[in-house]
Structure formats: structure tokens, C-alpha cells
């Protein structure tokens, strides 16, 4: 027969089990979302202020790419999974439908576009830092991937210990089995005796 304390605490628990999965699968999900976006919309800024001082053309195709990848970032940042890109990498594999990659060559012709090498590394500078937060936002977003990193790093470390131990037990018994005698010396007792 279950008490009434027992009941209260089986309830608490549940209730605590629903708020902590609320919280690890609604709030923090979407608080890491908006902080990706506010950062995106950071660097953007930026570069929109670079563009607005006048040391590159709003019009010119390598502000204009970039402008729209981080736009693209900013607005399907919720599609941003690891998930997500697993699929589309398998789905592309499977029905061997690769998608050109058109942005990267239109990025890197639109670089060799300007003539000034400092307005050159601004702009992949600015390229660089959008690509970090996105790719952090992969990586450190999924607890799918923080489960599978933690299970892969615990069988590292087990595969290490093994391995340690082993070496260890061989070390031992080479110790044990020759003990204070040296591997010289009974080298050159063998080589003694037939001589």
C-alpha cells in the first residue's frame, strides 16, 4: 500500500522530470537559438557599417553573398541540427542528386573581384566569423552529438586504460620473469657457453 508522503513524492518527482525536460528541450534550445541569431545579426551589422564607411559597394557581389548568408543564418537558424545535415549528406549520397556547389566559386570570384587586400581579409574575416558561429551552433547545439561525444570519449578512455593496463602487465612480467638478472648478462653466458 502506497502513503500519502510516498504519493507527494513519486508526484514531485514526476513534476521535477517535467520541468527539467521543459527547460533542457523547450528554453534552452530556443535561448541558444536567439543568442546565435543576435550574434549573426552582430556581424552583420558590422559588416553593413564597413560597406555604410565606404570601403565597399553595397552592390558589389562578394557584400551581397555574404549579406545574404547571413541573412539565410539568421532566418532558418532553427534548421541549423546536426540532425539535419546528417540527413541531407545521406539523402544526397543516396539518390546521387549533389548539389552544385555554386556559392563557394561565386565567393571566391567575387573575392578575386577586389583589388584591395586589406578590404579582401575584412570581408573574409567577417565570412569566417559567421561561419564560426554557425558551426558552433551545430556543434554545440545537439544533445544527440553531446550523447554520442560523451559515449565516444568514455570508450576512448576505456580503450586507453586497456591499453594501459596491458602495457603495464607486460612490463610486470618482464620484471617478474627476469628479474635482477640483466638480458646482457645472459646473453653473454649463452655466448659463453658455446664458444
Not at 15 to 40: E, N, S, T
Request: with cysteine.
Amino acid at each position: 500500500m502506497i502513503t500519502e508522503t510516498q504519493l507527494a513524492n513519486v508526484l514531485q518527482l514526476y513534476a521535477l522530470g517535467l520541468f527539467w525536460a521543459f527547460l533542457f528541450f523547450k528554453m534552452i534550445p530556443y535561448a541558444r537559438l536567439d543568442g546565435f541569431r543576435q550574434k549573426m545579426f552582430a556581424v552583420r551589422d558590422e559588416l553593413f557599417d564597413y560597406a555604410a564607411d565606404g570601403n565597399i559597394a553595397f552592390s558589389h557581389p562578394a557584400y551581397v553573398l555574404l549579406r545574404r548568408q547571413m541573412n539565410g543564418f539568421i532566418r532558418y537558424g532553427h534548421q541549423l541540427t546536426v540532425f539535419r545535415c546528417l540527413m541531407t549528406v545521406v539523402t544526397h549520397k543516396v539518390s546521387d542528386d549533389a548539389p552544385e556547389g555554386g556559392w563557394s566559386s561565386e565567393w571566391k570570384k567575387a573575392l578575386d573581384s577586389i583589388k584591395d587586400d586589406s578590404v579582401r581579409k575584412k570581408l573574409e574575416d567577417f565570412h569566417n566569423r559567421g561561419m564560426r558561429l554557425t558551426i558552433k551552433r551545430l556543434l554545440f547545439g545537439s544533445p544527440l552529438l553531446w550523447c554520442m561525444t560523451l559515449l565516444f570519449m568514455a570508450q576512448m578512455l576505456l580503450q586507453g586504460a586497456t591499453k594501459g593496463i596491458e602495457q603495464l602487465v607486460r612490463m610486470a612480467s618482464n620484471k617478474v620473469f627476469t628479474g635482477p638478472i640483466n638480458d646482457r648478462l645472459i646473453e653473454e653466458t649463452a655466448q659463453g657457453e658455446y664458444a
